[in-house]
């Protein structure tokens, strides 16, 4: 009866993640906003993170300029179409800039930018699209802001739309629990857990829960370093890195929930899919993506010491993202590390010589994943060969990096090989530029791959679980004699931190739950000027 749970599992599974938002609607009648909290006054986040980062801020800030006067609309609108144009691609984008100028520009047009003052204003007024870049992306842009930031914002603060703020964080601040979710199928294993699929009850979003075992974790004394990976994702806020939306406990774990990327490791498309190896527009499209989660990890003196395929995941849309960050560390004072750490094959030289090391440790792992993404085989071992972790070291350390599958064209050789220089000071991405000006990737429109909106050349079917059966886990073997002392109660109350803000605000706004709960008719308090 085994193949029927799986079928089970997967079928139910599967209908969840097609589920749409509007048959939720029912549930959330219920739901309110609470009352809003006062900021103590002294401790007030400032601008950007107020009305930039987090999405809830922003959406809130936009829509009381999108209400006031003149200035304020245009100001809001200018924003907006300028973020449009920066993302379009080349003809919607040339399209764009006269009608940016025709708008903004000219000082008979109603979204005239007048406050705009001095040099600034005079350039905009003159500008042309051959300067359109460096006058409105850049000069008009700063402008913009720095007029927001006065008094504009300050009136933000007194408006209903802050009150309204006010209630979205202290609905944030609730309490999770596993009653918040649905839970489904199993989806993986690691050190101290399963990592599960789960679904958010008010907004049917999906996520993958890890779960790590408290008892295992304190057997192994491993508490410290289940932290640490808390704390860097959450930290990051990246679309080519797994985010952490919720951290919370039960009795027996520590869940960290994350985006959920059900289309399979790229280890597993590189080998368990009929032929081995990826077509080269897969290969040069992840790495893409790869190379900008490595880029923003490290813009944080983030290294994440881990980078191979197995640790790349795939998305519904075919997006993929960096994932197990149990081993990435923030770069101490010294801006060096020198232990060992990583996986065999992967692994630089410089790491193998128990040498100082940095962020240069993840190009190398890069070459390495990007020559298995091509020839299924690593740059310094055979598929399945059987070889001493000593000889691995030896050719590593030693041998030159050979090209024998004929799929290799010559800028993979290239920039593979910068990545493979053996020395530090040679090799790509260790001098701070941007390895993705390198001509392997003269098919890939930057602006718009940041943004996810490249479509992916490979997208996973909605019919396939891409994971192994349920019954092909292992069961986790009990731990016994394991008390927790008042220290562990409070380790875990304090890694329990409950939602984490950009990520939820981001799910209160795609699941429309922020448009259902601003409703004025949804609760009783302050609801009389508010529009949206
Ligand atoms: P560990 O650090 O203990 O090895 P991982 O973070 O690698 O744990 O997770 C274990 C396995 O769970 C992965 O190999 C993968 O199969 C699955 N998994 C992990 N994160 C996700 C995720 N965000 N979405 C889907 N599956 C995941
Ligand atoms: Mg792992
Ligand atoms: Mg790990």
Redesign the pocket.
Known sequence: MKGIDNLVANTVYLKAQNLCYAELRDQRLALFLPKPLRLPSGSRPPYDYLCEQQPIGKKLFHLFLAASDGQYVAAAEFLEELDQWALAEDEARDKAMPSIITRFCQQDSEGFLSYLTGDTALRCQSVSEKDFEEVMACKVKDATRTFLKGKPFFEYQRSPFFQKYLQWKEFEKQKITDKYFYEFRT?????????C?LQVKNTGKM??C?RLCKKRLKKRGCKKLALL?KQVLEKVDCLFV?SLAYAYENKTHLCLV?????GG?LNFHIYSLGERGLSMERVVYYTAQITSGILHLHSMSIVYRDMKP??V?LDSHGQC?L????LAVELPGSKQLCQRAGTNGYMPPEMLRQEFYDTCVDWWSLGCSIYEMVAARLPFKDFKEKIQKEELVRRTLEDECRFHHKHFDDPTKELIGHFLKKRVEQRLGCHGEDPRKHRFFKNINLPRLEAGLLDPPWVPKTSVVY?KDIEKFDDFSNVDEVEFDEKDEKFFMELSTGAVSIPWQKEMIESGLFDDLNKPNSEATNGDEWKS
């Open positions: 989806l993986g294993q690691g050190g101290f857990g399963e990592v699929a996520y993958a890890k990976e797994v994350m985006t959920l990327m059900n490791d197995e640790n995941l993202r994932s197990d960050l149990g994971a």
